[in-house]
């Protein structure tokens, strides 16, 4: 199975109530740079990134609450951080991939517990943020819409 395959499997049983085929799927992450969470050698999750925005996040529903969620979260980060952006925006870019990754309770629960904050209304997105986040010594700060 080749890597969109993949990606896609993990989006659909992430996303079942979502209808989309694998070509609108494909071309919708084709601008995107995807990083990949591995178990016992196995794509179990990706995260899509354009730009400095975490457009998608999934984690296969086997292994969600197992910290590879948070694992993604910051090697997304960090690949944001290393592109000299010091901003990070979850669920909104240029390339408008999907409705977000902060989509439903679980997900606004799961990136609040790692800093980020609503931003008011009307100021182009859900959530923006001010969390520190290490990397090689030196501190990123994040915002999330």
């Known amino acids: 199975m080749d890597s969109i395959s993949k990606f896609y499997k993990i989006f659909t049983d992430c996303f079942d109530f979502i209808p989309m085929s694998i070509d609108v799927f494909e071309r919708k992450i084709s601008s995107c740079h995807m990083i990949n969470e591995y178990a016992d050698g196995e794509i179990i999750g990706f995260s899509a990134v ?61 990136f609040e517990k790692r800093g980020y904050v609503r931003l008011p209304a009307g100021t182009g997105g859900q959530f923006p943020q001010r969390r520190r986040s290490e990397y090689a010594g030196r501190v990123a700060v994040s915002r999330v819409i």
């Open 50 to 110: 354009n730009e400095n925005s975490i457009v998608l996040i999934c984690i296969h529903p086997d292994f969600q609450d197992k910290k590879y969620g948070s694992k993604l979260l910051l090697k997304s980060e960090k690949y944001i951080y290393e592109q000299g952006y010091r901003k990070v925006i979850i669920g909104r870019s240029d390339c408008d991939l999907f409705f977000g990754a902060v989509m439903d309770n679980f997900s606004h629960r799961f």
